[in-house]
């Protein structure tokens, strides 16, 4: 997944947040203003009664339909965090296209996104054997193995995306938190300064900074006594 959702909502809703996270992992490239465009637009229409269950029943179509059609409505119950719906979308998809990365990856979000996380590692497997540069695949199944507590092995996956697109905010945020959890403070606080400087913007970052280096100074003040 690319990044998790903050902590630090404020006034915001969490569909919004789910809308902006959903952009992230599907790799959608917003400049700043028009990021604060979706957020405020998406709490317009939730405050106009734009409901979920409104758009469920919206998305409720029987019949064959092509793959494009399964995904997009994958895509929009994912955005709307309608995790059951959008995988079920999203195998379909597959019935109709079993070799294609973007459904593979896609599903596997889903499934990041109920918490099944090894089961989710499996199908960004599947999209990075048939897609090797999918970056967004590689970050995924990174998050996923550190969300697992395998810190190393996300490292592996992060650096390859990173490999891929060097100018991804959010898996530097990503490969930063492995770090982090590591112990290895520096370098989580080089990460998180290389995530500030593509997005400023980007919550998540400013947030890890500040824990990484205050337990950074921690550890000199151990290690000075």
């Excluded at 998305?59 to 399964?70: K, M, N």
């Excluded at 309608?82 to 597959?94: G, H, P, V, W």
């Excluded at 019935?95 to 973007?102: F, G, R, S, Y």
Aim: glycine content about 6%; some cysteine; overall charge negative.
């Amino acid at each position: 997944m690319r990044g998790s959702a903050s902590s630090q909502r404020g006034t915001l809703t969490s569909q919004t947040f789910i809308r902006l996270n959903f952009l992230e992992a599907k790799g959608v490239k917003m400049e700043p203003l028009l990021a604060l465009v979706v957020l405020f637009v998406s709490q317009i229409l939730m405050g106009c009664g734009t409901s979920v269950d409104a758009a469920s029943a919206e998305l409720q179509v029987s019949g064959d339909q092509t793959f494009e059609y399964w995904v997009e409505r994958g895509d929009e119950y994912l955005s709307m965090g309608m995790y059951n719906e959008s995988i079920a979308s999203f195998e379909r998809a597959l019935e109709v296209n079993p070799e294609n990365a973007i459904a593979w990856n896609d599903k596997g979000f889903a499934l990041i996104s109920r918490g099944e996380y090894n089961e989710s590692i499996s199908h960004f497997d599947r999209a990075i054997e048939i897609d090797p540069d999918n970056d967004v695949a590689w970050n995924n199944k990174g998050f996923a193995l550190m969300s697992l507590g395998r810190y190393d092995e996300s490292l592996q996956c992060f650096n390859t995306s990173l490999e891929i697109d060097p100018e991804d905010a959010v898996t530097w945020n990503n490969k930063g938190s492995a770090l982090l959890s590591l112990e290895r403070y520096e370098e989580s606080l080089d990460c998180f300064e290389k995530s500030i400087m593509i997005n400023s913007l980007y919550v998540n970052p400013w947030i890890s900074r500040n824990r990484a280096f205050l337990a950074l100074e921690e550890k000199k003040k151990q290690t000075s006594n």
